[in-house]
């Protein structure tokens, strides 16, 4: 599995070490679709050579579901573009955040799996929602980081914060770091659609702490390892390593970012050369098999079905605390908790 998606995304021919079973190749076609990768991995699976290919009817429900992926995003960046044309037209810029955002560094953007659309107005949140309400859009599930905006069945996240901070300092103090990026608004226009991103620096700290916290909650996919591989191979001469690894060490999210550079190199295959980087492979293995392993998610479910979950998945995770953040589970815990019970309206200020 990750041969292939090597392949893809390194446009090299792909191939295998052996032929696999019909049983075989259903669990790899499985576990694509669990990644958020089968898209990507399709391509690598059609240009197999013909006697390592699998079955022609699991061909063929892979070049559909490939297909399905394929013209959703398509949808989506249609909708994304209708969306950045009313912005324009209000005197403000659509920064793309997370998925989509990261989509354009990959060899076929269009098969990058999305959610729903992370978006970010540095001209104010609430013109966002001004936007959606003149043009008949429905808006829901405000709270002190975003809200939800849908649009001919595609949803936006509309966001006024890029962290959840609520009882954390630390992570408070990046959603300043952040902010202050923003008011900066040094953005990195892409495309002809009139989409904007974060400045590599600002988007290198978002992505990990994104990365990070849905790794030591609910886990993450392989399209996540892939983001940061593919988006630190295209501007690794662009972010400020010194300023990033400063920020990480304040944070405790050095040990993590690298491991992530480690499985760039190691398991993609991508020609990491900057100085600035650094690379920990101490806990490649173990990071990859949780990444593989079967996870609980909790992004998208009713409270009261998520924090039992989170709490789960914590317990579980307490290695990670320890090795990887360099923090005590039952810390966080109380952090969590005093968030909760104390912090029930946050400011960034």
């Known amino acids: 599995m990750l041969q292939l998606l090597s392949a893809a995304i390194n446009a ?3 191939t295998l070490d052996r032929a696999l079973s019909d049983s075989e190749w259903n669990l790899v076609y499985g576990q694509a679709a669990k990644q958020g990768v ?3 991995m399709w391509e690598s699976v059609r240009r197999l050579p013909q006697d390592l290919q699998p079955s022609r009817s699991l061909k063929l429900q892979w070049a559909y579901g490939a297909e399905q992926i394929v013209s959703r995003s398509k949808r989506q960046m249609q909708e994304a573009a209708r969306f950045a044309a009313l912005c324009a037209d209000a005197g403000c810029r659509l920064i793309l955040l997370k998925g989509i955002g990261l989509s354009r560094y990959y060899p076929v953007p269009l098969q990058r799996e999305y959610g729903d659309i992370d978006i970010l107005l540095p001209e104010g949140f609430e013109i966002g929602n001004e936007i959606a309400k003149s ?9 002190y980081k975003h809200n939800h905006i849908y649009s001919n069945g595609i949803m936006f996240e509309n966001h006024r914060y890029l962290t959840s901070f609520k009882g954390k300092n630390d992570i408070r ?12 608004g040094n953005f990195a226009p892409f495309g002809d659609a009139g989409f904007y991103a974060l400045s590599p620096t600002a988007n290198a700290l978002y992505i990990t702490y994104h990365s990070f916290f849905h790794f030591l909650i609910e886990g993450i996919t392989l399209r996540h390892l892939l983001d940061w591989a593919l ?6 001469d662009t972010i400020d390593w010194i300023r990033f690894y400063s920020i990480c060490d304040d944070l405790g999210f ?7 550079n480690a499985i760039a190199a190691d398991v993609w295959g991508i020609f990491l050369a900057n100085p600035g980087m650094s690379f920990d492979r101490c806990l490649l293995d173990r990071v990859l098999d949780d990444v593989l392993a079967q996870r609980r998610h909790v992004s998208g479910l009713p409270l009261y079905k998520r924090r039992p979950l989170l709490i789960c998945n914590m317990l579980s995770s307490r290695w990670k605390y320890r090795q990887l953040y360099g923090r005590s589970f039952f810390g966080e815990m109380a952090r969590s908790v005093f968030g909760v019970l104390f912090d029930r309206s946050p400011e960034s200020e």
């Open 38 to 40: 089968l898209a990507v």
């Open 135 to 143: 043009h008949g859009m429905t808006i829901s599930g405000l709270d």
């Open 231 to 236: 988006f630190v191979k295209a501007e690794q």
């Open 173 to 184: 103090r990046l959603e300043k770091i952040l902010q202050n990026a923003i008011k900066e």
């Open 254 to 260: 050095s040990r993590f970012a690298n491991t992530l």
């Open 12 to 14: 090299q021919n792909p």
